[in-house]
């Protein structure tokens, strides 16, 4: 029996130029998918990347709060090769900010990237999945979408996304797409930064004891997408060192060091 993977032949990653997003885009074209990285940002620098590395990949300008901008994607995507089995709503802001010192202005842009976004993105593939035979979309949440975390607007987001990812299972399964929500911890890329008080405080409540690397997360995000896991939907993957299951007793013990 071969123990090979595969992947879809076409991936669409957002956020897809910097930080996790760009390792899943590279560990895909690695693997022999043509991967669409579609983002605000410049992407020119990772596809060339790739291309020289000999993977297959392009990149894409998309906002996506433009729900417009998501339909003439898929459109290109369509014309140019007429299939898309996969798609990773990545691409995402937090602003660290607590609840009476979140402005209206900050609230609305990170319910309008984080949890618009993947609504306008989900409904703009459905129709290209559909006709591909199926595919699998993967909602990259955070343990900030599983847990009580002190930011409303990046909270609420993701608590958002995990139940949008969950409905679109259930819709989306007659037409053979899966969704499932990846939660990671802790990862230093700009978003979370590499360096801070609040990270090192933090860390103090993962039991193994470190930030995940961009390799961890692309692992789960990749199981997801590929053949491994055609009979898992509307599920939660946490990536997270252990925070949410147990980072409370964790950092209790550490600091007593006594269980009575
Ligand atoms: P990052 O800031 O390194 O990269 C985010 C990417 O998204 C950037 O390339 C950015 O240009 C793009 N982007 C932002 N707004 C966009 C928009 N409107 N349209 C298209 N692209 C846009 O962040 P990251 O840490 O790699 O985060 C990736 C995802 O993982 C995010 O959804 C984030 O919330 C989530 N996450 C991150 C962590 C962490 O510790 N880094 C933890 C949990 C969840």
Request: glycine fraction near 50%; charge should be neutral.
């Given at each position: 029996m071969s123990d090979q993977t595969s992947y879809p032949g076409v991936v669409l990653v957002t956020g897809?130029?910097?930080?996790m997003g760009a390792h899943h885009a590279r560990t895909l074209a690695a693997r022999g998918s043509h991967v669409c990285v579609a983002d605000v940002a410049d992407s020119s620098e990772l596809i060339e990347e790739i291309t020289a590395a000999g993977g297959s990949a392009s990149g894409h300008t998309l906002d996506v709060t433009d729900a417009a901008a998501w339909t003439s994607l898929v459109d290109d995507i369509r014309t140019a090769h007429g299939e898309l089995g996969g798609l990773v709503n990545n691409a995402g802001i937090s602003r660290r900010l607590e609840f009476m010192d979140t402005p209206d202005e900050i609230w609305e842009l990170t319910m309008k990237i984080n949890l618009f976004g993947p609504f306008y993105g989900m409904k703009a593939v459905a129709p290209l999945m559909r006709e591909s035979g199926g595919g699998s979309i993967v909602n990259i949440s955070s343990i900030a979408g599983q847990i009580g975390y002190f930011s409303p607007a990046y909270s609420s987001s993701k608590w958002g996304l995990t139940g949008l990812s969950k409905s679109a299972a259930g819709n989306f399964a007659q037409w053979g797409i899966r969704v499932n929500s990846v939660h990671p911890g802790m990862v230093g890329t700009a978003l979370l930064g590499t360096t801070s008080d609040f990270i090192d405080a933090s860390l103090k409540s993962v039991p193994l004891a470190r930030m995940g690397t961009l390799n961890e997360i692309t692992e789960a995000v990749l199981f997801l997408l590929s053949d491994k896991s055609t009979y898992t939907t509307g599920t939660e993957m946490t990536v997270d060192g252990g925070l949410v299951s147990n980072g409370l007793y964790h950092r209790v013990i550490a600091e007593t060091g006594e269980l009575s």
């Open positions: 897809g130029a910097a930080g």
